[in-house]
């Protein structure tokens, strides 16, 4: 079995990535993969750790946050193709109507 | 029934239960629910009435544990004594007339207005009713909510104006006592009290330092409820704004809960610092009448000009209670009574001609007796009893008062109140003359339809009640004067005032010579 | 260096230029091609981890069926490159803020303390009686509320999205 | 033994009841007239009896207070709905049934046709009942009902044609000023409740009881304070300097409203509120003076404006402030009688005068009516010659004037000659006496002339009314001349109770009764006064020569009278353009009434106005606005943090928590 660092080190770089896409990038549904790649690295600990303390509780939350990221999923492509509808756009940047 | 006093306070939340369960366009059903509900609320609290002992003693209590964190304690922790007692009876004898009134003026969101009315109601009650300061609170702000919606929903042209006032204004006064009563409580857990209950606090001693600011936090809180000059200027505006319903139980009943704080909180929990700032409270109640009665003398809105006219009165009440001798206080307590009924009634006939024509400037008015008799019968016995007419109720609390303050050290502010009863002739009849009296020149005017049934049937019990409690207010005084007695006891704190004031002395007519000693007259 | 880490730095090359290509690529597609191929790594270490049955739904729920989800609305919205608009601040303090944050984790990683292990569960167990079944055992008794409570998490959802998706678009 | 008394108050408020409540369903003029009237008649039949019942007393037993209920108790404030009975109270039942049943009688037939026909009965009745509260009320508070409750009945009956836009201000003036007048009332009443409380411990307002303890009060000091405030309230109510300008406006009600409220009655409730506590303004000699003195001046002051007014109904409002002005003088000077007494016989003849003035507008207006003319029907300018027309109101209006110009033998006579002697001999003011005289004096000759400018100017010379309409002048019905008749009568007859000690003395030693009789009410009053002023000595000889020169002073002003409105027409005319500044200003009345606008109502009003708009709109909502404002602006500026962009929170958040873990990391 690999070191547990190194898992936490990989799923540090995978969060870190995916904070810079959510960041960085304009278009909606990059962005939302950009947050699954955050949720999966955060996973990746859960199930080190979980291997590591010889419990199986961190499974099981992956578990809870995969339904989580499914529901997340369906709602939030639901709000996608609603915005598009009345925005003809998929772009963060004119999502803006709460602006002062 | 031991628990009388729970029931009749949540009451109108079972009506609010009923009330979700029945579709928002049967608007017939949602006024019938609401009424019944609330002549069902004024029927429970009549066995309150009669079975009420008249002594000092707090009554129908209910003592329950309900919060406790740790150390931290709040009660469920209900009662009633001599001075809450009229209170809840005229708010549960109120809020049936503020339904009825409202029956045809509200057409729109009928269920949501009546879900206020009784949440309102609830709020009242558990106000007037609670024993634990911190149960206390939370009605008090329980009130403010329903208030805000009633006004800010179904107000005027300018309400949002006006409940964003409203609420602001009242809200800054309870923090404020929100923030004493934590401090209280604190002082109190350092004395071994354990929980907020008034009775445990009475027996505290503050020291004076502390009273000051204390009684300044409570006093803010209850003086913009009351309210008194300066901080008067959400009431025209909130009176103007709001609908019929929402005058009659913001002036007849939550007013009341300022005054009604300063007898039951303010004064009794701070003796020392009552004395301290009784010049100060009186000087403002005395500015309060003379102001408002100016001001109201040129209005030419009918509701501004009441509304002032609730200030006036108003200051009259606290003028009386902080004379602090059984006259005043008996008096200020029958005057909050009687502003209730007779304001509530001006409020109400504001409503009626405004339903008729949308306008409540006085100069689109005139002549309107010779068109509603009826109407104008009801509106001058209304507005002699606002005056303070002999034989009508205002006059007996405005008397007592009056002769309570004279007694007491606050002789030269009752003079100087004692002119307000020519300013409240002056804008009441001013008024009452560029409304009904005169030409009916006005063509909108001349086909104005008298008082209906139902109209007359709201103003009748109030009509009875000015007279009753004009012609025979002692069985009144009788259940409130014990529990006057032990405020005053409380919060008098000048052993040379309690040692002159003793026992009555009637004069028997024989018994006139035997004062030979006294023949020479007392200098002064 | 054994067979194992050689191949567990392999899928880690493979997941962080992966993931560095879904951040990267213009194309939504290409970007949502990528985050599969990332998902297939981690469904990789879940079995290095000896955590099969993880690996398996990692599979399914993952690359599945959200990813399918997500191509379709990329497709029915028809999305085409990312137009030209980023804003250099925007990318640069992302950037700081992302490589911040790696910098934190690394130094978590070296100056944290793993706790110790707990070891009720350990690899023989997992051989012997089916990495499943364990989940199974515990989800099904200690996280039995939870677990139906996330039912109707998804109930919601769904009718949630149904909802949202279906206004307007008739 | 009294235990009826309560009747005589219920009659009126039962009466009140039913023509209030139903008078409109009824309709029948003639029921709704006869239930007012039978009303009072029925209090006047037992105020008789009660009469009847206190005179078969012995003088001491004249005292009897009858309780009702305990109206409020408070601490040691206690009230009492109960009735004083004794002899000055009775006195004022049997004159207020009695003229409230006649002039009831007369409305009858005087208001007949008129709209709210039941609406004015209604509120007579409730005006007799609270005047017979003010007058039997045995304490301070419920005289104050009284006080005020008539007041309120005076508002309602001026203001009885309401679409007048003068009516109705007239009705507001009324109670106003009789509003400040209870101010004062109030005032005193509660300083003497205090200081008796708080010096003997003696907490009452019942007038028995003050009297039975006013040798405790000091001479002057703090009683002066009571009184004075007592007296403005006399002066509101009973319209004296220098609050009389609401009468002559009161004259918009309808003519039996002013006969019965503004001449026989409510205004005399000053005299008698000052009679009823006559121990107490009696300790204060300062008070007795301010008294004297206002009563003197109202009354010359008074004349005068009669003299130059047009409005037949106006002269005699005049003349009636000008008679209350002579009652508050009695009083001043201490002689009590002598008021109390002036008070029934005005209340007599001026009932008379009032009532016959209204039989003559009456017809004016009948016949004006039926020319179609507007001209006003109470200018005396458009009157004239009317006695051929209306002989029996002529008649019984010459015995009142005569009653009140004071021609002896006539009721007015004697009470005025016993005021004017008690002024010139009363030793209370001492040096003040001449001058007191000399205001009472003046104002009798004018009284004589402009009473008798008014009775040449409407009934005797030329018709002066619009053509064609003389031939409609017809005398009254029975039903308002049988009043008028009773009223003259009692004006002649009613001067006897009271015959002075000198006359009766020449006729064989017939007593004054009115003295005897009410001789238990002043007692205390005139034991004091004997106590503590040196009564002087003065000869027959002198008061009968006082008593010829005031009827020469009568006739004299008669004489003029008739010299300028009988013999030559033309002369007042002439006077009036030989000085037209003095007659604006008297015909103006001085502009006392633009004074009090001017100085008074519209700073009032301005006032108010600055307040509400300068004080309460401008500063208190100004500072709480401007919080408002200046949270806002607050906030304006601090939402420029919010951009709406959605990065800007995500890389808000993402930073926050780096910072925030990185804090603790570092830390």
């Not at chain 2, 405020?487 to 009637?506: F, G, L, S, Y």
């Not at chain 4, 008649?41 to 206190?54: H, P």
Request: glycine fraction near 8%; charge should be neutral.
């Amino acid at each position: 079995m690999e070191n547990l660092t190194n898992y936490l080190l990989v799923s540090a770089v995978l969060f870190s990535i995916g904070t810079i896409g959510v960041l960085t990038r304009k278009n909606a549904i990059v962005v939302f993969m950009c947050i699954e790649l955050m949720l999966n690295a955060v996973n990746l600990t859960f199930v080190a750790l979980s291997r590591h303390l010889g419990n199986l509780d961190g499974q099981v939350f992956v578990f809870f946050i995969m339904t989580v990221a499914a529901a997340e999923a369906a709602v939030g492509l639901a709000l996608f193709i609603s915005f598009f509808n009345n925005r003809e756009s998929i772009d963060i940047d004119d999502a803006n109507l709460m602006k002062w | 029934m031991s628990n009388i006093l729970s029931v009749m306070t949540f009451l109108p939340i079972l009506g609010v239960l009923l009330l979700l369960f029945i579709p928002k366009e049967s608007k017939g059903a949602l006024r019938g629910v609401a009424m019944l509900t609330t002549i069902a609320t004024f029927a429970v609290s009549l066995p309150i009435l009669t079975g009420f002992q008249t002594n000092a003693d707090f009554q129908f209590v209910e003592n329950v544990p309900w919060i406790a964190a740790g150390p931290f304690a709040m009660r469920y922790n209900i009662g009633i004594d001599g001075i809450s007692l009229w209170l809840v009876i005229l708010t549960t004898f109120i809020m049936p007339i503020a339904v009825l009134s409202t029956w045809t003026a509200v057409e729109e969101k009928v269920k949501a207005y009546m879900i206020c009315l009784l949440l309102l109601e609830t709020g009242m009650l558990g106000a007037f009713i609670s024993l634990d300061l911190f149960l206390f609170y939370i009605f008090w702000e329980v009130m403010l909510i329903p208030m805000y919606f009633m006004i800010g929903i179904w107000g005027g042209k300018n309400r949002i104006y006006a409940a964003v006032k409203f609420f602001i204004y009242t809200m800054v006064g309870s923090l404020l006592m929100l923030v004493a009563l934590i401090y209280l409580y604190f002082l109190g857990t350092k004395a071994g009290i354990t929980d907020f209950s008034l009775l445990h606090f009475f027996d505290l001693k503050v020291d004076p330092a502390t009273q000051t600011w204390l009684f300044l936090a409570f006093a803010l809180a209850f003086a913009i409820k009351v309210p008194m000059f300066p901080l008067h200027t959400w009431l025209p505006d909130a009176h103007t704004e709001a609908p019929t319903a929402g005058s009659v139980i913001l002036a007849a009943i939550m007013l009341k809960m300022g005054t009604y704080g300063y007898v039951r909180f303010a004064m009794p929990l701070f003796p020392e610092a009552t004395h301290q700032f009784t010049p100060l409270i009186a000087t403002l109640a005395v500015i309060g009448i003379i102001y408002a009665a100016l001001v109201a003398m040129v209005q030419e809105d009918v509701k501004k000009l009441v509304a002032y006219s609730s200030v006036a009165h108003l200051g009259f009440v606290m003028l009386g209670v902080f004379s602090l001798n059984e006259q005043g206080v008996v008096g200020g307590m029958l005057q909050m009574l009687n502003h209730g009924v007779s304001t509530g009634a001006l409020f109400l006939i504001v409503g009626f001609i405004y339903e008729r024509r949308h306008t409540r400037l006085i100069t689109d008015f005139g002549g309107l007796s010779k068109q509603m008799p009826v109407f104008a019968t009801i509106f001058m016995i209304v507005t002699l009893s606002s005056v303070g007419l002999p034989g009508t109720n205002g006059f007996v609390g405005e008397f007592l008062i009056l002769i309570g303050a004279f007694e007491s050290s606050l002789r030269w502010y009752a003079v100087i109140a004692s002119s307000g009863v020519i300013f409240a002739a002056v804008y009441m009849l001013w008024m009452f003359q560029r409304v009904m009296f005169g030409e009916l020149d006005n063509p909108k005017n001349q086909v104005l339809k008298d008082l209906n049934l139902r109209e007359i049937a709201i103003m009748v019990p109030l009509i009875v009640l000015i007279f009753v409690m004009g012609v025979y207010p002692n069985p009144f005084i009788e259940k409130m004067t014990p529990s006057v007695q032990k405020v005053i006891a409380k919060a008098r704190i000048e052993p040379v005032a309690t040692a002159k004031a003793v026992a009555p002395v009637t004069v028997q007519p024989e018994a006139a010579p035997a004062h030979p000693a006294a023949e020479k007259p007392a200098g002064h | 260096m054994d067979i194992s880490s050689v191949f567990f730095a392999i899928v880690t090359i493979v997941a962080v230029v992966s993931a560095l290509l879904v951040v990267t690529c213009k194309n939504p597609i290409n970007s949502a091609l990528s985050l599969v191929l990332t998902f297939f790594c981690l469904a990789t270490y879940y079995v290095m981890l000896d955590a099969p049955f993880m690996a398996a739904i990692q599979i399914i729920v993952y690359a599945g069926a959200i990813m399918v989800l997500i191509v379709f609305t990329i497709m029915l919205l028809n999305i085409r490159v990312d137009a030209n608009k980023k804003s250099a601040h925007q990318l640069v303090l992302g950037s700081v803020t992302g490589v911040a944050t790696l910098l934190l984790a690394g130094l978590l990683l070296t100056r944290g303390k793993l706790a110790e292990p707990v070891c009720n569960i350990t690899t023989e167990m997992i051989n012997q009686q089916g990495h499943t079944q364990l989940i199974g055992k515990v989800m099904f008794t200690e996280f039995l509320l939870p677990f139906e409570v996330t039912s109707i998490l998804l109930l919601a959802a769904m009718v949630g999205a149904v909802i949202l998706a279906k206004r307007k678009l008739s | 033994m009294f235990d009826n008394v309560w009747l005589i108050p219920l009659f009126p408020l039962i009466g009140f009841l039913i023509n209030g409540l139903l008078g409109k369903k009824i309709k029948n003029e003639t029921v709704i007239g006869s239930i007012g009237a039978f009303a009072v008649l029925c209090s006047f039949i037992v105020s008789v009896m009660t009469f009847l019942k206190l005179i078969g007393l012995p003088g001491e037993e004249r005292v009897v207070n009858v309780k009702i209920f305990t109206w409020m108790t408070a601490g040691n404030f206690n009230a009492d709905i109960a009735f004083l009975i004794d002899p000055l109270s009775c006195l004022m039942l049997l004159v207020v049934t009695g003229i409230g049943f006649l002039i009831h009688v007369y409305s009858i037939g005087y208001m007949h046709g008129e709209e709210g026909f039941y609406r004015f009965f209604a509120y007579l009745n409730l005006f007799v009942f609270s005047m017979l509260l003010l007058v039997m009320g045995n304490n301070l508070l419920l005289m104050f009902v009284g006080w005020e409750g008539v007041g309120l009945c005076s508002y309602l009956l001026i203001g009885y044609y309401f679409h007048k836009k003068s009516a109705g201000d007239a009705g507001k003036k009324a109670f106003v000023m009789n509003r400040v007048g209870d101010f004062g009332f109030l005032l005193g009443t509660f300083a003497l409740f205090w200081w008796f409380g708080q010096n003997h411990n003696i907490w009452t307002i019942q007038f028995t009881e003050l009297q039975q303890n006013a040798h405790l009060l000091p001479t002057g000091g703090v009683v002066t304070i009571i009184t004075l405030c007592f007296f403005l309230g006399a002066t509101g109510k009973s319209a004296q300097i220098p609050l009389y300008t609401w009468l002559p406006d009161a004259m918009e009600g309808p003519t039996p409203v002013s006969a019965l409220i503004h001449a026989a009655t409510m205004v005399t409730a000053g005299v008698y509120m000052i009679g009823r506590m006559s121990y107490l303004f009696i300790r204060s000699p300062e008070t007795m003076m301010v008294i004297a003195v206002i009563g003197g001046c109202t009354a010359l002051f008074a004349a005068t404006i009669g003299t130059a007014q047009n409005d037949i109904k106006r002269v005699l409002a005049y003349s009636t402030v000008s008679q209350l002005g002579y009652m508050f003088l009695a009083m001043g000077v201490g002689a009590f009688t002598a008021g109390v007494f002036h008070l029934m016989t005005h209340a007599f003849f001026k009932a008379c005068l009032f009532l016959g003035s209204g039989a003559v507008i009456h017809s004016m207006h009948g016949a004006l009516h039926h020319v179609h003319s507007h001209d006003d029907a109470q200018d005396m300018r458009n009157m004239g010659g009317l006695r051929k027309h209306m002989p029996l109101t002529f008649l019984t209006f010459l015995v009142a004037t005569i009653a009140i110009a004071g021609i002896p033998g006539f009721a007015g006579f004697f009470s005025k000659d016993e005021i004017l002697w008690q002024a010139f001999a009363n030793p209370l003011h001492g040096d003040l006496n001449m001058l007191l005289w000399g205001m009472g004096a003046c104002a009798a000759l004018l009284t004589a002339f402009y009473m008798f400018r008014l009775v040449f100017m409407t009934f005797f010379g030329k018709c002066r009314i619009k053509e064609g309409a003389e031939k409609h002048l017809h005398e009254s019905p029975m039903v308002i001349v049988i009043p008028l008749i009773v009223l003259a009568l009692l004006s002649i007859v009613g001067g006897y109770v009271g015959l002075p000690k000198l006359i009766g003395d020449l006729v064989g030693g017939i007593p004054n009764y009115l003295e005897h009789y009410l001789e238990p009410v002043f007692a205390n009053a005139n034991e004091y006064m004997k106590d503590h002023a040196h009564a002087g000595h003065h000869s027959h000889a002198l008061e009968w020569g006082l008593m010829g020169l005031s009827v020469v002073i009568a006739l004299v002003g008669i004489a003029v009278a008739a010299m300028l409105y009988l013999v030559k027409p033309d002369l007042p005319k002439k006077f009036t353009s030989a000085f037209p500044a003095l007659h604006r200003a008297v015909y103006n009345k001085w502009y006392i009434d633009e004074l009090y606008d001017f100085m008074i109502v519209n700073p009032c009003k301005a006032m108010g106005r600055f307040l509400w708009k300068g004080f309460d709109v401008l500063v208190i909502d100004g500072l709480v606005n401007g919080v408002a404002h200046v949270v806002m602006a607050f906030g304006g500026v601090v939402r420029y943090t919010q951009t709406g962009q959605i990065y800007n929170y995500a890389w808000t958040m993402a930073f926050g928590v780096v910072a925030i873990v990185g804090y603790y990391l570092f830390k």
